[in-house]
Structures are given as structure tokens and as C-alpha cells.
């Protein structure tokens, strides 16, 4: 099997957990708990012997998860120097979550953000849940409005990074 270290933060809270993983089940280690899980299909996991419905969409550092109705949001872990992060790739895409209705968004074209700002708020499934920036920089295209139904994944939001 395969580990990965995760820093998950929710809310306040930071939580460091592991998955361990070979083909498409594994154990997921939070707390001091294991917990078993099996990838059915692109949208299903079995944990625990219960079948869920699931959405993951990666970011540069971070995989933001929706998993029945609810979205997570998880930090991967820093394993490299600081030297060696600032030369990958930054994307400034900001994604759906989830199939869903945009609600609203807290910024316009050409506002500046910051890295994890809520820039916009979309429903599913009647839970709200925040859109963040996923880099410092200025908005530079809005792609959508309010009212708007997207799908998983589809881009929001382009943020650029400062020149």
C-alpha cells in the first residue's frame, strides 16, 4: 500500500491523517482510528461497510472533498522546503465544488484576494458552501453569475498572481 499524509483543517482545527492505499480501497487513519474504505465507481466509496456518494476535486497543495453533502477541505501535508514549493505551478482556477447553484460571490473583477478568501458561495443539495481563492493575486475573470447552475469542477473564478 501506498501512504499519504494529509493536513486536514476544519474551521480552527488542524488534523494530520494518513491514507494508506493500493488500487481502489485502503484504510483511512484519523485519531487513532483506521477506517476502511473501497472506491466503487467515480462518484462512490464504500467506508465502513456503507455506501456514499463523493466528488474530489485537486488543487495545487490542496483535494477539496464532498462527500454526502457535506465539503471538506483538505491540506496536504508539507514534506518539501520552502525553495523547493516556490517553483511548482500555481493555478489561480477556482472550481466548483460540487454540481450546484452559484449563490452569490464576495468580489468583483480586478479586487484583489488573498490565499483561502471565500470568493463566492454556491448551493447543493440546500447546503451552502464557501468557494476559496486558491492563491493571493487580483480577480481576472468571472465566468459565471449568480443564479447560475454548474457542474463539478467547472471553473468559477481565474485569479492571477500579483505582477
Known amino acids: ?60 497543495d490542496s483535494v477539496t472533498v464532498w462527500l454526502d453533502g457535506h465539503t471538506y477541505y483538505l491540506q496536504r501535508a508539507k514534506k518539501t522546503t520552502q525553495s523547493q514549493a516556490k517553483h511548482g505551478p500555481a493555478t489561480g482556477e477556482v472550481r466548483a465544488l460540487m454540481p450546484g447553484k452559484l449563490l452569490r460571490f464576495t468580489v468583483d473583477n480586478g479586487d484583489a484576494v488573498s490565499e483561502k478568501q471565500i470568493v463566492g458561495i454556491m448551493e447543493s443539495m440546500k447546503m451552502e458552501s464557501a468557494l476559496f481563492a486558491p492563491i493571493s493575486g487580483r480577480v481576472a475573470e468571472v465566468r459565471f453569475k449568480p443564479g447560475d447552475v454548474v457542474e463539478m469542477g467547472d471553473v468559477v473564478m481565474v485569479i492571477e498572481l500579483p505582477s
Open 1 to 60: 500500500m501506498t501512504p499519504r499524509e494529509l493536513h486536514w483543517r476544519i474551521g480552527d482545527h488542524d488534523i494530520f491523517c494518513r491514507i494508506e492505499e493500493s488500487k481502489d480501497q485502503g484504510i483511512f487513519h484519523i485519531s487513532g482510528t483506521a477506517i476502511p474504505f473501497r472506491v466503487l465507481d467515480t462518484s462512490h466509496i464504500e467506508i465502513s461497510g456503507k455506501r456514499h456518494r463523493f466528488y474530489v476535486i485537486h488543487h495545487r
